[in-house]
């Protein structure tokens, strides 16, 4: 659309016309743009609606994370699970539902799952090493000091033989 402009009051006009064509597309692309993001976005929220209420999800879900990223939210909020914490989070209810509770139904199966979840939560890399080193220090004999009766300590020897005496002048 071209105009034909003959004079300043055309061209300001002009400007002011152009200016609010500006701004109102620039409105219908924002107001498109948050349309399109949320119909792109409303498959991963449902998803994350019916995982959220699934027991275990989420600690899959971090488990998985953590090898990609150096610091996750649960380490930022103060709770630091290692490896073997999440390890163990997924290993346990699986164990307890294979040999303890092979017969029970699906409530007691889901209530043992979040407590053992919680329990497996207390166990880190850092405590199963120091539970480790305390027997293997129960385990390990003493080591004893051999005393030889024939060699006397530095204490006992007499000092009176070693370089100047104490009472001799060294100018």
Do not use: C
Request: net charge positive; glycine share 6%; proline share 4%.
């Amino acid at each position: 659309m071209r105009v034909n402009i003959n004079n300043s009051e055309e061209l300001k006009n002009e400007l002011l016309r152009l200016n609010r064509l500006r701004k109102e597309q620039e409105v219908y692309i924002g107001d498109q743009y948050r349309l399109l993001k949320n119909k792109v976005q409303t498959p991963a929220r449902v998803l994350g609606a019916v995982t959220s209420s699934v027991p275990g999800v989420s600690l899959v879900k971090s488990l998985f994370s953590s090898f990609s990223k150096s610091k996750t939210s649960e380490e930022v909020l103060g709770n630091k699970s290692d490896w073997l914490t999440k390890a163990t989070q997924l290993a346990l209810p699986f164990l307890l539902n294979k040999t303890l509770l092979k017969n029970s139904g699906w409530l007691k199966k889901s209530l043992v799952l979040l407590a053992s979840e919680g329990a497996a939560g207390q166990i880190n890399k850092d405590k199963v090493n120091n539970f480790v080193g305390r027997i293997a220090d129960y385990i390990r004999p003493k080591k004893s000091k051999k005393k030889h009766k024939n060699i006397r300590g530095i204490d006992e020897q007499d000092t009176a033989n070693f370089g100047i005496p104490p009472d001799s002048e060294t100018y």
